[in-house]
């Protein structure tokens, strides 16, 4: 007599948990890309309030497309470098020594221009 687990109710099992494992994949696919819907409809949100914005700044300020580009860097360099990216790197003000964050520009403490490298960005 066989005692155990016949071939079949093995192979059944493994069956089975393969299709729980897929199951469970199609699952977290399914809310990854619910999430990515998501910040794709926040994306084109904040698109379209950057753009009205800057279409308003235009028109009452008179700002320019370059006026723009050099804020930008600036900006960008707050971090040490121009990635693109707002960074948040902490330095120490060369001034009082207190540690700050390098985007702000200047010391919270004292008021000191911190130090930026110059790089190139482009839009």
């Known amino acids: 007599m066989f005692y155990g687990k016949t ?8 069956i089975k948990e393969a299709n729980d494992n897929a199951n469970s994949v ?9 999430e990515l819907d998501k910040l794709q409809n926040n994306f084109d949100k904040m698109s379209l309030l950057n753009q009205a914005l800057w279409e ?7 700002v320019s497309d370059a006026d723009l580009e050099a804020k930008i860097l600036e900006i960008d360099l707050r971090d040490g470098k121009a990635d693109g990216k707002m960074g948040g790197s902490i330095t120490n003000c060369p001034n009082c020594e207190r540690k700050v964050n390098a985007r702000t520009g200047r010391c919270l403490y004292c008021g000191a221009e911190l130090e930026q490298e110059n790089h190139k960005f482009q839009l």
Do not use: F, M
């Open 56 to 62: 308003i700044i235009q028109e009452k300020l008179g």
């Open 7 to 14: 071939p079949d109710h093995i192979q059944n099992r493994r």
């Open 26 to 34: 199609v699952s977290k696919a399914n809310r990854v890309q619910s």
